[in-house]
């Protein structure tokens, strides 16, 4: 049963309240294009109320917004057919921030990229930034203009492990949710 | 040849290639919607740069010193991928002979954009200077 103007206002209420509770201070859902990147880029950089933990916290976490987008604009599937919105939110408490992302990804993808983050998740501080040195180095660029620096750098930036998920939804469709916690 | 001048935008870097000066500088933020479109033409232009130092240094005996400045505030894992191709092509002219130095500048709060300077310079043989913004 669709929802009356007085069952919004009420779920709208209680959107508010989770959201402030849990300190979820932006959020989004829909295709996330290269404007809609640029759009949500814009409004983190102009952001002074909720980034309360000084400039160069600002920085670190501004740098995890950015890869993290990028990486769902280049990567995530979208189908012209039937609307497949890529999520995308930020919250934070007392010392750490919170960035998360989810996107559908095609079936087949997804083997050789949980491999992928498998193994970079289990690698030190020094082993990480060889591999990104390694890259930079002698790496290549993709035709999606990637290198795969970008997961390396939130990996660098986040001071920890990625905590990441992959849902299956249907035949060759699953949901890819990734967490990334940067110390503030 | 002609000098390389881009206006900077919210997202693009003010890029300076002057072959008169031979002051060339990139500053501002970097990410690109399209990093290959943006970078490949000041690589190109670099590329040819090379043959303007080799026709200085032949027929003049002119050792020319160039300073190339980056002042960023910020770049993403695509330009910093970039930013190695132009650096590792100073490199190239560097141990080619030829009077090369990297400016690498950093705002004083901003220790991560001078350790990526420090990371780009442990990879390569170009001098680099370090200098905090005034």
């Known amino acids: 049963m669709p929802m009356t103007t007085s069952d919004k206002t009420i779920f709208v209420n209680e959107l508010y309240n989770i959201m402030s509770e849990n300190q ?8 996330i294009t290269p404007d809609i990147t640029n759009s949500l880029i814009k409004a983190v950089k102009y952001d002074n109320s909720n980034f309360t933990h000084g400039p160069a916290a600002k920085k670190k976490i501004y740098k995890v917004i950015v890869e993290s987008l990028e990486n769902v604009c280049k990567h995530a599937v979208r189908l012209e057919k039937e609307l497949r919105p890529a999520i995308f939110l930020i919250g934070k408490n007392e010392d ?11 079936q087949e993808e997804i ?9 970079i998740n289990t690698l030190s501080r020094e082993e ?14 993709s035709d999606k203009d ?12 986040s001071n920890g492990k990625l905590d990441y998920e992959f849902i299956h939804i249907q035949d060759n469709l699953s949901f890819y949710v990734l967490k990334v916690k940067v110390d503030a | 040849m002609e000098a390389l001048l881009i206006e900077a935008t919210e997202f693009t870097p003010k890029v300076s290639l002057d072959p008169v000066t031979h002051r060339f500088g990139i500053s501002g933020d970097s990410r690109p919607e399209n990093a290959g479109k ?3 033409p000041l690589l190109a232009w670099l590329a040819q740069y090379e043959s303007v130092l080799y026709f200085q240094k032949t027929n003049y005996n002119q050792q020319q010193k160039v300073i190339f400045e980056f002042r960023l505030e910020y770049f993403n894992s695509i330009s ?19 009077d090369i130095q990297v400016k690498w500048c950093y705002d004083s709060m901003d220790n991560d954009m001078k350790e990526s300077g420090e ?12 200098s905090v913004n005034s």
Not at chain 2, 82 to 91: V, W
């Open chain 1, 146 to 157: 990637g290198a795969g620096l970008g997961l390396l750098d939130i990996l660098l930036k």
């Open chain 1, 128 to 141: 990480i930034k060889a591999r990104y040195n390694n890259i930079l180095l002698n790496g290549e660029i």
């Open chain 1, 96 to 106: 750490a921030y919170h960035v998360i992302t989810g996107n559908y990804l095609y």
């Open chain 1, 111 to 119: 083997p050789p990229f949980n491999k992928l983050l498998g193994e």
């Open chain 2, 80 to 98: 910093a991928k970039y930013i190695m191709e132009i650096l590792s092509l100073l490199d190239k002219f560097f141990k080619g002979g030829y």
């Open chain 2, 38 to 40: 943006f970078y490949q």
């Open chain 2, 119 to 130: 990371d780009f310079a442990k990879l390569l043989t170009v001098p680099f200077e370090f």
């Open chain 1, 24 to 31: 979820i201070f932006m959020t989004y859902l829909g295709d």
